[in-house]
């Protein structure tokens, strides 16, 4: 299973992978008798002649939670040195006035 350099995205509503290839791994569906028959995975869109791709669906993708977590800390951080940089130029304007 080689899951080497892997991101999810959307498109049109649908989750999507991208991997190794650097192609959008499709969505795919167990279809073999089996205990996991209906279980939703990506796999190599080169499949059969493939990289080995392969992913549950449902699996937790706990680094695309944490990218988005540190996206919204920036977000505010950048937003509260703006304001610092307002109220220092409201300050200075306030000084100069009295």
């Given at each position: 299973?080689?899951?080497?350099?892997?991101?999810?995205?959307r498109?049109?509503?649908?989750?999507h992978?991208?991997?190794?290839?650097?192609?959008l791994?499709?969505?795919?569906?167990?279809?073999v008798?089996?205990?996991?028959?209906?279980?939703r995975?990506?796999?190599c869109?080169?499949?059969?002649?493939?990289?080995?791709?392969?992913?549950?669906?449902d699996?937790e993708?706990r680094?695309?939670?944490?990218?988005?977590?540190?996206?919204?800390?920036?977000t505010?951080?950048?937003?509260?040195?703006?304001?610092?940089?307002?109220?220092?130029?409201e300050?200075?304007n306030?000084?100069?006035?009295?």
């Amino acid at each position: 299973m080689a899951s080497s350099s892997e991101s999810r995205s959307r498109s049109n509503g649908k989750a999507h992978v991208l991997y190794f290839h650097q192609d959008l791994a499709p969505l795919r569906t167990v279809k073999v008798q089996g205990p996991t028959r209906g279980k939703r995975f990506y796999g190599c869109s080169h499949w059969p002649n493939s990289c080995g791709f392969f992913k549950w669906a449902d699996e937790e993708d706990r680094v695309q939670e944490l990218q988005f977590l540190l996206f919204k800390r920036d977000t505010r951080i950048a937003k509260l040195e703006i304001l610092i940089e307002e109220l220092e130029n409201e300050i200075k304007n306030q000084k100069e006035t009295n």
